[in-house]
């Protein structure tokens, strides 16, 4: 257990469908991070939220669309996803952005069909 | 961009130990990662290095770092099956944003 969860742990989803993954951490920590992890690549950034205020988005398509309405839950909104966007989708947290170490949830599993 | 190159595959016997090799690109990196994923899993941070330090030792684990030749190594002593995971190392990019850069991971399997 790192203190950092995600929720749902899988999920299968049309092209249509509209989704929310969610991410909690009981670290204390101030910033938070949604990360990509496709098959062979290396995991790809794609938020960062400092503070509740999103610092960096990675030229994330916008049928992701991040929500980080307090410093603890961080939540990813899907809609009209693609199948190419099957992956697994992994938050991660930390104290401040520049020192301090990220903590990782489990991910969640995303299949698109 | 920043690049961190690790190779894909190590396979190792039970007891002996595992080295686990990365290159980085970014000289100004501050802190340097090892994170190992399980199996349907998330990360797992394993240890870090701080970019002034050459070697950390924590039990089983030992780190390297060659600043000059930005090489980063992990070495797992007396290596047991559940070692057996992926082990992603990652670079934190200088500057106040301090992005993490991550390897493609490096698949470690032990053989009984």
């Known amino acids: 257990e790192t203190g950092v969860t995600q929720t749902p742990r899988h999920l299968v989803m049309g092209m249509t469908n509209k989704k929310s993954l969610k991410c909690e951490q009981h670290l204390g920590h101030n910033a938070m991070y949604w990360y990509k992890q496709s098959a062979k690549k290396p995991l790809e950034l794609m938020f960062v939220y400092n503070f509740k205020e999103q610092t960096e988005n990675n030229s994330v398509p916008s049928r992701f669309s991040p929500e980080c309405p307090n410093s603890s839950h961080l939540f990813l909104h899907l809609h009209t996803l693609q199948p190419e966007d099957s992956a697994l989708y992994l938050c991660?947290?930390?104290?401040?952005?520049?020192?301090?170490?990220?903590?990782f949830g489990p991910g969640t599993r995303l299949t698109v069909l | 961009g920043e690049d961190v190159e690790q190779s894909l595959f190590l396979s190792v016997r039970e007891g002996d130990s595992s080295v686990i090799n990365c290159t980085y690109t970014?000289?100004?990196?501050?802190?340097l990662y090892w994170y190992k994923q399980e199996p349907g899993a998330g990360l797992q941070l394993l240890t870090y290095i701080f970019s002034n330090m050459d070697m950390k030792q924590d039990q089983r684990l030992t780190v390297l770092l060659n600043k000059k030749d930005k090489h980063l190594s992990l070495r797992i002593a007396d290596t047991q099956t559940g070692d057996s995971a992926i082990y992603f190392c990652?670079?934190?990019?200088?500057?106040?944003?301090?992005?993490?850069?991550f390897g493609k991971g490096t698949k470690l399997s032990v053989k009984p």
């Open positions: 991660a947290s930390s104290m401040g952005l520049a020192r301090d170490t990220q903590y």
């Open positions: 990652a670079e934190k990019e200088g500057g106040s944003q301090g992005n993490l850069i």
């Open positions: 970014d000289s100004s990196s501050t802190y």
